[in-house]
């Protein structure tokens, strides 16, 4: 079993930046890649960016390309989303999300086996 722990999540204003983490606990060893996804209200959650746990090699959505970046840190077993310039347009809940298997579509919120209970950003304009 794996658990999620998201922080850092808050109020910003456009423009800004916040740092989310991800805290992942349990059977660590089975993780193959690590995304972030997120859910404005009233919208289907949406895929945010990914990154491989063992090479690290990262895959984003074109809406944050650019200004989002995710990376990990393998020794702490923690994974980051830094977004920068931040626009009113994401402002959503921001959740984590570990795959264990290989070969599904990252993008895909099916891919993914584990949830954490998400961390909220909101975007001032």
């Known amino acids: 079993q794996v658990q999620l722990v998201e922080s850092g999540g808050g109020l910003v204003q456009a423009g800004g930046s916040l740092r989310l983490s991800c805290a992942p606990s349990?059977?660590?060893?089975?993780?193959?890649?690590m995304g972030w996804f997120r859910q404005a209200p009233g919208k289907e959650r949406e895929f945010v960016a990914s990154i491989r746990w063992g090479d690290g090699s990262t895959d984003y959505d074109d809406s944050v390309e650019g200004r989002f970046t995710i990376s990990r840190d393998n020794a702490k077993n923690m994974v980051y989303l830094e977004m920068n310039s931040l626009k009113p347009e994401d402002t959503a809940l921001y959740y984590c999300?570990?795959?264990?298997?290989?070969?599904?579509?990252?993008?895909?919120?099916?891919?993914?086996?584990?949830w954490g209970q998400g961390t909220q950003v909101t975007v001032s304009s």
């Open positions: 999300a570990v795959a264990a298997v290989v070969g599904r579509p990252v993008r895909a919120f099916s891919a993914y086996d584990y």
């Open positions: 349990g059977r660590i060893f089975s993780f193959y890649r």
